[in-house]
């Protein structure tokens, strides 16, 4: 039969593996080096991997292929667990796919399987005050992802009201005081609360994991005055999620500015297909940056988008 499914140009692939994913029935995979579509009963021809490939390498086209499997797909899905099955089938609601999504459901019910869709989410992170400690702490959740505003560090040769000298000012002397420009715990993408006090009315950098490693300079020259998320485009997952979690920091915590700051390699390029897609998707209208480091920490790029 004719349909829709997707092409991939190898001359074009650099094999940054953001469409693997991003396509909720695994119907792709990284094979010596190439986007590979393993299968064409699992391409439903939606083409959300289009969107999160940096270099173009992925269209969708009308060709003959074996007719689109859903049961086939389940049978992997189911496999994951909850969580992936919530995204496929949240996928599929998000397209319009009514069938397929009738088809799943009555695959998780004759084989007696929970639908996600039918329980909330389990990811809220608890906030625990400041005055929590000890064993308190442990039943409040993990102290580790508790949301807490982080005050400046200053340092012994700070200025008189409070703030440290410049950071790294003097590279010649190993004891030179380096400030923090962390303002707020935690940092990392999956566990930021959009209603968290140090998102409401903020500038906002999202920073690519390996560009603080990259750039000696990060704190002072990117991360002043703004609340950081950090993400990895390639290697985390929920990248859904990462979407939606933005959409609310722009419509419900209402932030004024999102930098995007990534390292130049192809792979990072889906942080800002995320974040553009993001502000598109959002009611409210911010202004994005992007901001694109070489892999020796220097400013190859920088600019409104």
Not at 39 to 49: A, P, R, T
Not at 152 to 163: K, L, Q
Not at 249 to 255: G, H, N, T
Request: proline share 5%; charged share 20%.
């Amino acid at each position: 039969m004719v349909r829709e499914i997707i092409e991939i140009d190898e001359e074009f692939c650099v094999g940054c593996g953001n469409c693997v994913p991003n396509c909720h029935q695994g119907a792709l995979q990284i094979i010596d080096g190439k986007a590979r579509l393993i299968s064409d009963l699992m391409c439903e021809g939606i083409g959300v991997c289009v969107g999160h490939c940096p270099t173009g390498a992925m269209t969708i086209e009308k060709r003959e292929a074996q007719p689109y499997d859903e049961e086939k797909v389940m049978q992997k899905i189911a496999a994951g667990g909850a969580n992936v099955i919530r995204a496929h089938l949240e996928h599929l609601t998000q397209h319009g796919q009514n069938e397929y999504l009738s088809q799943a459901i009555r695959y998780l019910n004759e084989r007696s399987i929970p639908n996600p869709l039918e329980h909330p989410p389990v990811h809220a992170v608890r906030e625990l005050s400041s005055g929590t400690a000890g064993g308190d702490a442990g039943k409040q959740g993990c102290p580790g992802a508790a949301a807490r505003t982080v005050g400046p560090v200053v340092a012994s040769n700070s200025s008189p009201d409070g703030r440290s000298a410049e950071c790294c000012a003097d590279y010649a002397t190993e004891s030179a005081s380096c400030a923090s420009r962390l303002r707020q715990w935690p940092v990392q993408l999956h566990l930021l609360n959009p209603s968290a006090a140090y998102l409401q009315g903020a500038d906002v950098l999202l920073a690519a994991d390996c560009t603080a490693y990259a750039c000696g300079n990060f704190h002072k020259r990117f991360l002043r005055g703004k609340a950081l998320a950090i993400a990895c485009p390639k290697l985390d997952d929920g990248q859904q999620q990462y979407l939606e979690k933005l959409v609310l920091m722009i419509d419900q915590a209402r932030i004024n500015t999102l930098s995007v700051l990534i390292m130049e390699v192809p792979c990072c390029r889906g942080l800002l297909a995320m974040a553009k897609a993001a502000a598109e998707r959002a009611v409210r209208r911010i202004p994005v940056k992007a901001i694109v480091l070489s892999v020796e920490g220097e400013v190859l790029m920088e600019e409104w988008v």
